[in-house]
């Protein structure tokens, strides 16, 4: 009686999925490279970085040349904390077009972004620094800053490398 009541059960199962399309389930088409790029930017509007960017790259598979989509595809993986891949991604854009600027621009700050880190990491890890380093690191950066403000530092703003440093103070 039991075994009858299981394959009844096993039959009425198979057959409503037969009669309600679910025994072939497939899984829904690939979106079209403009559905994913519309799809990646609502996406990024939604802050959801790391889908915007999966989007984005399906989309870049089918239309690599898209300079648009790898700008926005850097600023998603900026702003989802992965800025190496960011800096691969706005270097593809400068390479097709020289003049988006805003791509060089956010470009810039990506390297400012990695540059800071390595400059705590080092401070982190204990390394000594030549003796005025941190002073002529803040005065290079304050006239960064100015520059970028639309101010007329003098001369150009040049970093003093550590190296130079540990050779003035000998």
């Given at each position: 009686m039991i075994k009858h009541a299981i394959l009844h059960a096993t039959m009425m199962g198979a057959l409503i999925a037969v009669v309600t399309g679910c025994a072939g389930v497939s899984s829904p088409p690939k979106p079209t490279a403009g559905?994913?790029?519309?799809?990646?930017?609502?996406?990024?509007?939604?802050?959801?970085?790391?889908?915007?960017?999966?989007?984005?790259?399906?989309?870049l598979d089918d239309a690599s040349a898209d300079s648009q989509a790898w700008y926005d595809l850097g600023n998603a993986l900026a702003r989802g904390g992965q800025p190496e891949q960011a800096l691969h991604a706005y270097n593809q854009v400068v390479s097709r077009d020289a003049s988006h600027s805003r791509a060089r621009y956010n470009r810039g700050l990506v390297r400012l972004r990695l540059g800071v880190a390595d400059m705590r990491r080092a401070q982190r890890e204990g390394g000594e620094l030549a003796p005025g380093t941190r002073a002529r690191t803040r005065r290079y950066l304050a006239c960064v800053i100015e520059r970028l403000g639309g101010g007329d530092a003098a001369g150009a703003c040049e970093p003093d490398t550590e190296g130079d440093a540990a050779r003035e103070a000998q």
């Amino acid at each position: 009686m039991i075994k009858h009541a299981i394959l009844h059960a096993t039959m009425m199962g198979a057959l409503i999925a037969v009669v309600t399309g679910c025994a072939g389930v497939s899984s829904p088409p690939k979106p079209t490279a403009g559905e994913s790029y519309e799809l990646g930017k609502r996406a990024y509007e939604a802050g959801r970085y790391d889908r915007a960017a999966a989007l984005l790259r399906r989309h870049l598979d089918d239309a690599s040349a898209d300079s648009q989509a790898w700008y926005d595809l850097g600023n998603a993986l900026a702003r989802g904390g992965q800025p190496e891949q960011a800096l691969h991604a706005y270097n593809q854009v400068v390479s097709r077009d020289a003049s988006h600027s805003r791509a060089r621009y956010n470009r810039g700050l990506v390297r400012l972004r990695l540059g800071v880190a390595d400059m705590r990491r080092a401070q982190r890890e204990g390394g000594e620094l030549a003796p005025g380093t941190r002073a002529r690191t803040r005065r290079y950066l304050a006239c960064v800053i100015e520059r970028l403000g639309g101010g007329d530092a003098a001369g150009a703003c040049e970093p003093d490398t550590e190296g130079d440093a540990a050779r003035e103070a000998q």
